[in-house]
């Protein structure tokens, strides 16, 4: 699949630059599916304790969860942790409904860093991304794609793209970048 990955070889970046775009290395996503009082059980599973509110984001460990809506999660981790998840999650069936859903084959992501990260994001992002927490995640539209967008740092974000829609949203975001440049 990596061979075939849209945006290898790709970057944004130079002396000067005041946004750089970089494709993300590849990884483990997933959705998890569980009700909200179940939580401490997948949190158990997953190692780490997962956000009980919708934009909560927690890392460590090279692994990401982040509450996409009331009982809906996006959960990142190394592709080397991949099974021992599913496994994991797997196990989980037997004392607690819930669903774990492999998108890793549909999904790739973009990381978007400097210091003029959020007006190159806010130029084809509705809402006010400045008033994104550091920390957080959520799930929104650049043009027609839907991401999923975490807010990583200050001026560091991450955007996870279907792989179908990755072309489109680099290069509208390359153009943003270069107009940014350019002082347009």
């Not at 790709?10 to 009082?37: K, N, W």
């Not at 190692?47 to 990142?76: F, H, K, M, N």
């Not at 560091?156 to 940014?180: N, P, T």
């Amino acid at each position: 699949m990596h061979n075939h990955h849209p945006l290898v070889g790709r970057a944004l970046s130079g002396a000067q630059t005041r946004v750089s775009m970089r494709p993300v290395e590849d990884c483990a996503r997933f959705i998890l599916r569980i009700e909200p009082q179940n939580l401490a059980a997948a949190s158990a599973v997953w190692g780490a304790s997962l956000p009980a509110s919708v934009g909560g984001l927690v890392s460590g460990s090279g692994r990401i969860a982040t509450c996409i809506g009331p009982d809906e999660w996006y959960l990142i981790a190394p592709l080397t942790e991949q099974d021992a998840i599913e496994t994991a999650f797997a196990e989980l069936y037997a004392s607690t409904i819930h669903s774990l859903v492999d998108v890793g084959h549909r999904e790739v992501g973009i990381a978007v860093e400097g210091p003029e990260a959020v007006l190159a994001l806010q130029a084809s992002i509705a809402f006010d991304i400045a008033a994104m927490p550091v920390g957080s995640g959520c799930r929104t539209i650049i043009d027609k794609a839907q991401l999923i967008l975490l807010r990583e740092g200050q001026d560091r974000f991450r955007i996870e793209v279907w792989h179908s829609f990755s072309d489109h949203v680099w290069h509208l975001l390359a153009g943003i970048c270069r107009e940014i440049e350019l002082g347009v």
